[in-house]
């Protein structure tokens, strides 16, 4: 069993930026790819951005050039740095960790206002 601690939500204003961590349980050495994926009521989940272990990155066209995922091998932990936060970034965040099985955080809330 793998737990992801996520933490950095919170509510923001149109335009502000906001860091969100997560850190599992485990060394993240052994987590090929890792992500972050949000969701809204009455939606689907939908990926924001992945790392894998080698670092290559992929991010949704929602939140390209606004937003940058990165994984700190030494503080065990990805971290999703989000720029010019817009209200439809309003969402429950989830941190991923794919093992043999997937992994999913509690969430954390990312509210932007207008």
């Known amino acids: 069993q793998v737990r992801l601690v996520e933490s ?5 204003r149109a335009g502000e930026s906001l860091r969100l961590s997560c850190a599992p349980s485990i060394t993240i ?10 969701q809204v009521p009455g939606k689907q989940r939908e990926l924001v951005a992945t790392i894998t272990n080698l670092g290559s990155t992929t991010y949704a066209d929602s939140v390209k050039g606004r937003v940058t995922i990165s994984r700190d091998n030494a503080k ?12 439809e970034d ?16 509690q969430g954390t809330q990312v509210t932007v206002s207008s």
């Not at 969402?91 to 093992?99: I, K």
């Open 29 to 38: 050495l052994r987590i090929k790819t890792m992500g972050w994926y949000r």
């Open 90 to 105: 309003t969402a429950v965040y989830y941190c991923n960790a794919q093992l043999i099985f997937d992994y999913w955080g």
């Open 76 to 87: 065990n932990a990805i971290d999703l740095q989000m720029n010019s936060l817009k209200p």
């Open 8 to 12: 950095g939500g919170g509510l923001v």
